[in-house]
């Protein structure tokens, strides 16, 4: 009997007539497994008599009459050696499998060698993207090919599903929109998300090109907290984003019955007397908005709408500008400003305080009857020659004896 050897090497120099075909391979991932997914090209019934897989000169998996295999690979079950089937399958794969795997075959029907490249790519590269009203768990695969299963959990329950031939979503979860299973996209997608929303989700995926699972992080941080402040000539909608740590704000609007009074979309635009509040870094958690020489037609509802690297939220404001007229605890805030100053500028009796006190109005009375008091008593001394000093009461004798007529 000739041994195997130099029957491969007799088919393969001597009987090349017989050779029906080259061997079709395709990389296929099943569950954790690689399949090197290999199937001889005759037709009707064979006999596989040897089957050898390689690998940098070492063998993986021999069949010689009985099957050998090596710690993670194997023939695909169930296998037969009387089918053409003679791929080759690798346990839970990982990137330091990805090579060229060759194969030398002895069958009743074709006697041939050849190799497939396998290629592990790696892992799946998720990012947390939030757009408009929306938060996405960014994953893409590092390869392509057809995803034959996809599923996105949450503390075990299933958010997203898809099965090879069937779609299914829950409530406000699914597969970012349009979706095709012949891409790399993965992505979950959460509409209007909450600050419960935050938590770990899980990947499982297979595809014609890699199996892989995996976990991503959402954070939703919460609201945007407002606060309204007067400063100096100046009302300030003073508003921050509840996000920690480096962020990039590429969005932000401030607007008012529909009409934009603040935007920046890569570059800023400001409107007549608003704008954000300076320095502004898009950079940073500051989102105020500053409204110069506020009137009261300034009052009303502001809206908001931000799109960060961190969060995306929608939210409103709304300012109150103290009536004038008023001696509200915001009206006595706003004096102590500018407005004090203002009064000073235009009555300039106020700063030195002349003519306004009860005081002085009493002082102005005081004055004026002591006036007239002193002109009544001069103007008698006049018509009666009353004798009048100051420096003496008693009363001075006449020089002469006669009686002097009283007058009463």
């Known amino acids: 009997m000739v041994s195997h050897p130099c029957l491969f090497v007799f088919a393969v120099f001597g009987l090349r007539s017989t050779i029906a075909g080259e061997v079709k391979c395709n990389t296929l991932f099943v569950s954790r497994d690689a399949v090197l997914d290999c199937h001889l090209p005759c037709e009707g019934p064979i006999v596989i008599t040897f089957l050898k897989w390689t690998k940098n000169q070492s063998t993986l998996a021999l069949y010689n009459g009985s099957s050998y295999t090596s710690n993670r690979f194997g023939f695909r079950q169930p296998w037969n050696p009387s089918s053409q089937d003679i791929s080759l399958q690798i346990n839970n794969p990982t990137k330091e499998d990805s090579g060229e795997y060759n194969y030398i075959v002895v069958s009743t029907c074709e006697i ?9 790519a790696g892992e799946v590269k998720c990012n947390t993207l939030f757009d ?30 898809w099965n090879g031939t069937n779609y299914i979503h829950t409530n406000r979860f699914g597969f970012r929109q349009p979706w095709n299973p012949s891409l790399q996209d993965i992505s979950l997608q959460i509409n209007n998300p909450t600050k419960e929303d935050s ?14 699972k995996g976990t991503v992080h959402l954070n939703i941080a919460g609201e945007v907290k407002c606060n309204t402040l007067f400063d100096s ?14 962020i990039v704000i590429t969005f932000l609007k401030w607007t008012k019955n529909e009409s934009t009074l603040a935007l920046y979309h890569g570059s800023s635009y400001t409107s007549n007397r608003f704008g954000f509040r300076q320095p502004w ?38 300012l109150e500008i103290p009536d004038m007229k008023t001696t509200s605890p915001a009206q006595k805030e706003w004096d102590n400003g500018s407005e004090t100053l203002t009064h000073n500028r235009t009555d300039p009796l106020k700063l030195k305080g002349i003519g306004t006190s009860r005081h002085h109005q009493v002082l102005f009375v005081v004055v004026i009857l002591t006036a007239v008091l002193v002109l009544g008593i001069f103007v008698l001394w006049k018509r009666k020659k009353i004798p009048f000093s100051c420096a003496t009461s008693e009363t001075v004798e006449p020089e ?5 007529e009283t007058t009463p």
Request: hydrophobic residues 30%; contains cysteine.
């Open 112 to 120: 041939l060698m050849g190799s497939v490249h396998l290629n592990i």
């Open 400 to 404: 002469s004896s006669l009686p002097v």
């Open 281 to 318: 870094n898009p950079s940073s958690q500051d989102i105020s908005l500053q409204i110069n020489n506020p009137t009261k037609e300034d009052s009303g509802e502001y809206i908001y709408t931000v799109i960060s690297t961190c969060e995306t939220l929608t939210g409103s404001v709304n």
């Open 132 to 161: 408009s009203r929306n938060a996405v768990l960014d994953c893409h695969l590092p390869c392509e090919g057809p995803i034959h299963f996809l599923k996105w959990t949450k503390n075990n329950s299933i958010l997203a599903l």
């Open 233 to 246: 000539r100046n009302a300030v909608l003073d508003c921050h984003l509840p996000c920690e740590g480096p």
């Open 199 to 212: 938590g770990e989700y899980k990947y499982s995926v297979v595809s014609t090109c890699v199996t892989l």
